[in-house]
Structures are given as structure tokens and as C-alpha cells.
């Protein structure tokens, strides 16, 4: 079955503790993105993928770090998580061709973090 | 900033009757725009997609309305179930330029029997 799949679903942990939020994708698909959802500002984008070691920042990058060692997985990190963290997670994937973004996106189940 | 918004928060329609919601985009050089459902609990799942140079398309009891000349769009679900209870973002994007979707905020559609 074709899916995007994370790990932890559900996170509880405290300022300063690194943590890592893994996401993998069996579509063989080129790119990879991370969002976070939070009330009434949607899904905004948090660092992107292109393909293997290529990565860029999205719309909210301050306080993660990806990184795209292999193409199917993209995990996040936060090294120093705050309360301003807290919130919804999720990843997604999509095919492109010729660095295009092929529109169509993929996303997981999410994950949710509550920093204390 | 470039931005894709919603008319509606809440919209609350009765079982079997047809759904309309609606989004207003600004960026006139987005080409290809999508909208996603999103159930509680999971992550957003593709619904129906539409580019830029048609101005409607039909998928199984949906169909998706584009206005260039207003910049908006619609999703029309019909006989619409409790199962289409969800939250309904459209994304939009240049695919000549951009690397990434805009979203909207959402609509949560109710479903009342």
C-alpha cells in the first residue's frame, strides 16, 4: 500500500530536549515536505526536499532541521523544542519531473507535539 | 504576501443535500490548484485537482469550479453524506516557479441528518 507513514503520533516532552519526528514514504517519490497545523493558520510549510541532499526552507523554518540522507525518509528534528512547537504535524510526498513539482502531495496520519 | 483564504469557517448542510465551498485565491500566476479533505485525527487526503486552463472538472460526487477572471474556486459535493463531515483546504500553486502549495485555513463542513 502506497503511503507516507511518521513516527511518533503523539509526543509529550519538555523545553530543551531534542526530539525526532521520522517520516518515510514507499512511493519513490522525489519530493518531501514538512508542515505543521496550527488554528486558524492552516498548513504551513516548515523545510522541503527536492530529492536525496537537497533540502531548502519552507515558510516557518526557525527552530528545525531536516535532512534527506536517503530518498525515502525525511526526518525532523527539533534540537531545542520550545511551547511555541506545540502542534500538529505532518509530512507529505510527491512525485516531479524535471524539478517540478509534481502537484499532486501525499500526506501522513500527522503528529502531535505538545512541548512543556 | 500572496495568500489563499476561505469565504466560510463552518458550514453545516443536511444529508442529501449538495455542498458548495468556496475559496478565494490572489496569486493570478497559480496554475494548477487542489483541494484536500481532512477527517479528524488524520492527515489531509487528496480530493479532486483542476489546472489553470479549464474551468471545471467532475470527480465522483464532486466537482471542482474555477474563476480566473474573480480568482476563486469551489468544491461542490453532492448528496452530500455524514462520511463528507471533514475539514476542506484548496491549495494553489505556480508549477512553473513555485516549489511548495499554498494552503487556505479551511472550512469544517457538518453534515446534520
Known amino acids: 500500500e502506497a503511503q507516507v507513514t511518521q513516527n511518533p503520533r503523539y509526543l509529550i516532552t519538555v523545553t530543551g530536549k531534542k526530539l525526532t519526528v521520522t517520516c518515510s514514504q514507499n512511493?519513490?517519490?522525489?519530493?518531501m515536505s514538512w508542515y505543521r497545523q496550527d488554528p486558524g493558520l492552516g498548513l504551513r510549510q516548515i523545510y522541503y526536499s527536492m530529492n536525496v541532499e537537497v533540502t531548502d526552507k519552507g515558510d516557518v523554518p526557525e527552530g528545525y532541521k531536516v535532512s534527506r540522507k536517503e530518498k525515502r525518509n525525511f526526518p525532523l528534528i527539533l534540537e531545542s523544542p520550545s511551547p511555541n512547537q506545540t502542534s500538529l504535524y505532518f509530512c507529505a510526498s510527491s512525485s516531479q519531473t524535471s524539478g517540478r513539482l509534481i502537484e499532486t502531495q501525499y500526506f501522513g496520519p500527522g503528529t502531535r507535539l505538545l512541548v512543556l | 504576501g500572496e495568500s489563499v483564504g476561505l469565504h466560510l469557517p463552518t458550514l453545516s448542510v443536511q444529508e442529501g443535500d449538495n455542498s458548495i465551498i468556496n475559496c478565494a485565491y490572489s496569486?493570478?500566476?497559480?496554475?494548477?490548484f487542489i483541494w484536500y479533505k481532512q477527517e479528524s485525527g488524520k492527515g489531509p487526503q487528496f480530493i479532486i485537482d483542476i489546472r489553470s486552463n479549464m474551468d471545471k472538472r467532475q470527480g465522483q460526487r464532486v466537482t471542482v469550479l474555477l474563476n480566473k477572471t474573480v480568482k476563486h474556486l469551489s468544491l461542490q459535493i453532492a448528496a452530500t453524506q455524514p462520511g463528507d463531515s471533514a475539514v476542506y483546504f484548496c491549495?494553489?500553486?505556480?508549477?512553473?516557479?513555485?516549489?511548495?502549495?499554498?494552503f487556505g485555513t479551511g472550512t469544517r463542513l457538518q453534515v446534520t441528518l
Open positions: 491549495a494553489e500553486i505556480n508549477t512553473g516557479t513555485a516549489s511548495k502549495l499554498t
Open positions: 496569486n493570478s500566476a497559480s496554475d494548477y
Open positions: 512511493m519513490n517519490h522525489e519530493y
